[in-house]
């Protein structure tokens, strides 16, 4: 089982003007969220994963020094499979509007 996803706009916008390293990274960091999806435990620390001030049901998680995505779960596409929902990525100025 796998969790599934969507992008929003600004989620696909911000990826593309990321370089090629910071995709790579984005993408290494997924895979670990996804294995630790799968094994349904706690996200690893390194993921720094945590909620949004001000933002309720909105989380960040980190994948680089200065990269940040955000993300919210939504409805289950597939049952027993959480829905990630990613909305922005980038460096901190993504919590401006997270």
């Known amino acids: 089982m796998s969790p599934t996803y969507a992008r929003e706009p600004a989620f696909a916008r911000e990826f593309v003007k ?18 630790d999806l799968k094994a349904d435990r706690a996200f690893r620390p390194s993921l720094r ?9 909105v989380w960040e998680m980190t994948w680089a020094p200065d990269g940040r995505a955000t993300f919210e779960y939504g409805p289950q596409r597939r049952p027993g499979e959480p829905h990630v929902i990613w909305r922005r990525i980038g460096t901190h100025a993504i919590f401006r509007q997270p």
């Open 18 to 35: 990321l370089t090629d390293l910071q995709q790579r990274r984005f993408l290494t960091a997924v895979a670990a969220m996804v294995a």
């Open 49 to 57: 994963v945590k909620s949004v001030q001000g933002w309720p049901g």
